[in-house]
């Protein structure tokens, strides 16, 4: 069994993705946006069009991320999974 808590590969980013709904001008809350599959997510929704609120624990993914997103972004760092 691996220990995939220090994984730290890179994700290829698909150049096109397949015809987005309409969220063209829409607000779109991304919950584990850091990496994996949240930040492909993020930037398909900011390729459609669409302002994008990054959500995770780690500030500094968020902040990267934002920063490699064509669309605006607003980042909120914290953890879903506590109530305060």
Do not use: W, Y
């Amino acid at each position: 069994m691996t220990d995939q808590t220090n994984r730290t590969e890179q994700i290829d980013i698909p150049q096109s993705f397949p015809v987005p709904g309409a969220v063209a001008g829409k607000r779109v809350v991304i919950t584990g946006a850091g990496r994996g599959l949240g930040a492909v997510l993020s930037h398909a929704f900011s390729q459609a069009g669409a302002s994008v609120a990054l959500v995770a624990r780690a500030e500094k993914d968020l902040k990267a991320l934002a920063g490699a997103l064509p669309g605006p972004s607003l980042v909120l760092s914290g953890d879903v999974t506590d109530e305060d």
